[in-house]
C-alpha cells in the first residue's frame, strides 16, 4: 500500500471555486503544508496571496489559465500566464481550446501549446495541459496527446473538474498510452476516495487533482 507522505506528493490541493475568499486560501494553504501536498490549485488572481502563505514551504502555488472554457485567445491566455509566474506560480495548468479541437485545427492547438510551455520553461516552471476530456472523443484525445507529446509539456490532464464529467481510469491509460515517458499524466476531476486515487495512478497517473486530499491520505500511514 502506498504510504501517506507518497500519495500527498502527488496530490494537487484544490479550490477552484468562483467564490473563494482570502480566508478559503490561508485555509487551503494551511492544509497542504500541514499534509505535506505537492501543490495549491488555484485561480489565477490568488497567486501572489498563496506564494506569500506558502513562502519558505516545499508546497507548489499552481494557477488555472483560461479556466475553466479555455476559450480565450493565446494572446489572453500568455498574459495570464506570464502574469500568473510573474507572481510566483511554480505551475500552470491551462484549458486547451476545444473549439479549435472540435474544427480539427490542431495548429492553433499545437501553437497555443508551445507558446504557454515556453513561458513555463522560460520561468523554471511546471507546465500542464488540460485537456477537459467529456468534450472530446477517443481520437481527439489521442491527437492533442500526440501533440503533446512533440511539444514537451511536463503534464497532460484529464479535466478541470467542472466539464459533464472529471477523470477516468479508460482516459487515463489512453492519455498514457499515447505520451508514454516523455510526459506525465494528471487525473482531475470527481476523484474523491482513495480507491478512486490508486485507480488513477495505477492507470498511470502521476498527480492527482482533488479538492478531497484529506479524504485520500487521513487513513493510510507515514
Do not use: W
Not at 471555486?17 to 497542504?32: H, I
Not at 479541437?101 to 501549446?113: L, S, T
Not at 476523484?191 to 485507480?199: E, G, H, N, Q, V
Amino acid at each position: 500500500m502506498i504510504k501517506r507522505k507518497e500519495l500527498a506528493a502527488m496530490i494537487d490541493h484544490t479550490n477552484l471555486k468562483a467564490c473563494a475568499s482570502a480566508k478559503d486560501m490561508e485555509k487551503l494553504c494551511a492544509e497542504a503544508r500541514e499534509y505535506g501536498f505537492k501543490m495549491v490549485a488555484i485561480n489565477s488572481c490568488q497567486t501572489a496571496l498563496c506564494h506569500r502563505l506558502l513562502a519558505e514551504t516545499p508546497v507548489h502555488v499552481g494557477a488555472a489559465i483560461g479556466f475553466p472554457l479555455g476559450q480565450q485567445i493565446i494572446a489572453a491566455k500568455a498574459f495570464e500566464t506570464e502574469d500568473a509566474l510573474k507572481n510566483g506560480a511554480d505551475e500552470i495548468d491551462y484549458v486547451i481550446n476545444q473549439t479549435a479541437v472540435k474544427d480539427g485545427d490542431y495548429g492553433y492547438v499545437r501553437h497555443e501549446m508551445e507558446t504557454i510551455v515556453a513561458l513555463c520553461h522560460k520561468y523554471g516552471a511546471i507546465s500542464k495541459v488540460i485537456f477537459e476530456n467529456c468534450y472530446l472523443t477517443k481520437q481527439e484525445i489521442t491527437k492533442v496527446a500526440e501533440i503533446a507529446r512533440q511539444v514537451r509539456p511536463d503534464f497532460v490532464k484529464t479535466s478541470t473538474g467542472f466539464g459533464t464529467s472529471g477523470a477516468t481510469v479508460e482516459d487515463v491509460r489512453l492519455m498514457k498510452s499515447v505520451v508514454g515517458d516523455a510526459v506525465k499524466v494528471k487525473a482531475a476531476g470527481g476523484i474523491r476516495t482513495l480507491d478512486d486515487a490508486l485507480k488513477m495512478i495505477e492507470a498511470g497517473a502521476e498527480r492527482i487533482g482533488t479538492s478531497h486530499g484529506i479524504d485520500l491520505v487521513k487513513d493510510l500511514t507515514d
